[in-house]
Nanobody
Framework: QVQLVESGGGLVQAGDSLRLSCAASGGTFDSYNMGWFRQAPGKERDFVAAIRRIGGSDVYADSVRGRFTISRDNAKNTVYLQMNSLKVEDTAVYYC????????????????WGQGTQVTVSS
């Protein structure tokens, strides 16, 4: 059983940056591909980015490509999401998730989820 704990959310202004962290425990971290998703009030949970378990290959949603960067440190059992040039529409609860197998945007294929961290971007 893998436990995931997100941190680093907060209230920022448009154009600012934030770095989210997700610490994993209870499993072999480098066995899992890791993803970030987000959910705004009244909306579905959307894919943000994902990174392969080893090698760093990553994928991004079109809405964040070029502004957000996903990375991981397998020695620290942690995955990060660096968010630059934040926009009001980035406001959401951000979740990290873990899965074995492929790398992609389908939330239902992720096996483990954190409880989320709130990111609020004001204009």
């Amino acid at each position: 059983q893998v436990q995931l704990v997100e941190s680093g959310g907060g209230l920022v202004q448009a154009g600012d940056s934030l770095r989210l962290s997700c610490a994993a425990s209870g499993g072999t971290f480098d066995s899992y591909n890791m993803g970030w998703f987000r959910q705004a009030p009244g909306k579905e949970r959307d894919f943000v980015a994902a990174i392969r378990r080893i090698g760093g290959s990553d994928v991004y949603a079109d809405s964040v490509r070029g502004r957000f960067t996903i990375s991981r440190d397998n020695a620290k059992n942690t995955v990060y999401l660096q968010m630059n040039s934040l926009k009001v529409e980035d406001t959401a609860v951000y979740y990290c998730a873990a899965r074995r197998g492929g790398l992609g945007p389908v939330a239902s294929l992720y096996e483990y989820w954190g409880q989320g961290t709130q990111v609020t971007v004001s204009s």
